[in-house]
């Protein structure tokens, strides 16, 4: 039985991203201080989204930011890390929908 859940087809997802990368929540910030350590973001889906908001300009939909992580089980997630973390910020005053607005937020060191 536990082979059933475990050892399917979907045990692939069940890989923390970080881990997947060589790296551990512990260890992100030795490797790089802007590397957000959550099991919900990988250092490549960080690139990702932050590479995709500079193309537009520094902001984009949630849902197009979503989009930009197609192989994410849980996109949204995934942005709400980056936002806890700092790197992205949400518009406040829009519904927290599609259509509300992810800005890059820039370190206040940079």
Same mark, same amino acid.
């Given at each position: 039985?536990?082979?059933?859940?475990?050892?399917?087809?979907?045990?692939?997802?069940?890989?923390?991203?970080?881990?997947?990368?060589?790296?551990?929540?512990?260890?992100?910030?030795?490797?790089?201080? +802007?590397?957000?350590?959550? $099991? /919900?973001?990988?250092?490549?889906?960080? #690139?990702?989204? =932050?590479?995709? *908001?500079? @193309?537009? %300009?520094?902001?984009?939909?949630? +849902?197009?930011?979503?989009? $930009? /992580?197609?192989?994410?089980?849980?996109? #949204?997630?995934? =942005?709400?890390? *980056?936002? @806890?973390? %700092?790197?992205?910020?949400?518009?406040?005053?829009?519904?927290?929908?599609?259509?509300?607005?992810?800005?890059? #937020?820039?370190?206040?060191?940079?």
């Amino acid at each position: 039985m536990a082979d059933a859940i475990y050892a399917g087809g979907n045990a692939h997802h069940k890989v923390i991203p970080i881990l997947a990368a060589g790296l551990s929540p512990a260890n992100c910030e030795t490797v790089h201080p +802007g590397i957000v350590g959550n $099991a /919900l973001v990988s250092p490549d889906e960080q #690139v990702t989204v =932050l590479a995709m *908001l500079d @193309e537009q %300009g520094g902001s984009a939909a949630l +849902g197009d930011c979503a989009a $930009a /992580l197609p192989d994410r089980p849980r996109p #949204v997630a995934a =942005l709400i890390a *980056l936002a @806890e973390a %700092g790197t992205v910020g949400f518009d406040p005053e829009a519904a927290f929908d599609a259509h509300c607005i992810v800005r890059r #937020v820039t370190p206040a060191s940079a």
